[in-house]
């Protein structure tokens, strides 16, 4: 499959609400899950939402056993999930470095939740629900930033705290 360019900052269509996905019976569904999937990992992503590489619909990918861009995070399984819902579980915000690959070589320290709980749907059309803590429930909220139209430098609180990865590390 030929790997997808990923749409950067910048870019009108990151800026938009997703659209639900209402037919999970379409072969192009599946299509959209397999270039995701190709994109993410070629870059090096530990997630991927369906807007960065162009589609606007409400789906998200995510999941590494080891990652370059993040060394020292714990494994996150592959998941599929589409027209994703998160609910906070606490009210404890962690601050933690983020990147985007649609906002390449850029890191900032943003506040996020530390559990979520979160429900959508698989590639089949099943519910599927779960809840997830620290990096983990992290992905899940970038993820679904970008359906929502917002990127990580977006929930940045201290622009002292953002700039190139080769700068701040």
């Given at each position: 499959m030929?790997?997808?360019?990923?749409?950067?900052?910048?870019?009108?269509?990151?800026?938009?609400?997703?659209?639900?996905?209402?037919?999970?019976?379409?072969?192009?569904?599946?299509?959209?899950?397999?270039?995701?999937?190709d994109?993410?990992?070629?870059?090096?992503g530990?997630?991927?939402?369906?807007?960065?590489?162009?589609?606007?619909?409400?789906?998200?990918i995510?999941g590494?056993?080891?990652?370059?861009r993040?060394?020292?995070?714990?494994?996150?399984?592959f998941?599929?999930?589409?027209?994703?819902?998160?609910?906070?579980?606490t009210?404890?915000?962690?601050?933690?470095?983020?990147g985007?690959?649609?906002?390449?070589?850029?890191?900032g320290?943003?506040?996020?939740?530390?559990q979520?709980?979160?429900?959508?749907?698989?590639?089949?059309?099943?519910?599927?629900?779960?809840v997830?803590e620290?990096?983990?429930?992290r992905?899940l909220?970038?993820?679904v930033?970008?359906?929502?139209?917002i990127?990580?430098?977006?929930?940045?609180?201290?622009?002292k705290?953002?700039?190139y990865?080769d700068?701040?590390?």
């Amino acid at each position: 499959m030929p790997i997808k360019t990923v749409v950067k900052m910048g870019n009108k269509s990151l800026a938009n609400a997703s659209l639900s996905v209402t037919n999970f019976c379409d072969g192009e569904l599946i299509s959209l899950i397999d270039d995701m999937r190709d994109t993410m990992q070629q870059y090096g992503g530990v997630g991927i939402a369906a807007p960065q590489i162009g589609c606007s619909l409400r789906v998200i990918i995510f999941g590494f056993d080891k990652n370059s861009r993040y060394p020292n995070e714990r494994a996150v399984p592959f998941t599929i999930l589409v027209n994703p819902v998160l609910e906070n579980v606490t009210d404890n915000i962690i601050d933690g470095w983020e990147g985007c690959l649609s906002v390449p070589g850029l890191r900032g320290l943003v506040p996020r939740y530390h559990q979520v709980r979160y429900s959508g749907y698989d590639l089949n059309g099943n519910i599927i629900s779960g809840v997830a803590e620290g990096f983990h429930a992290r992905i899940l909220q970038h993820e679904v930033d970008h359906l929502d139209g917002i990127l990580f430098p977006h929930r940045i609180k201290d622009m002292k705290s953002f700039g190139y990865e080769d700068e701040l590390f």
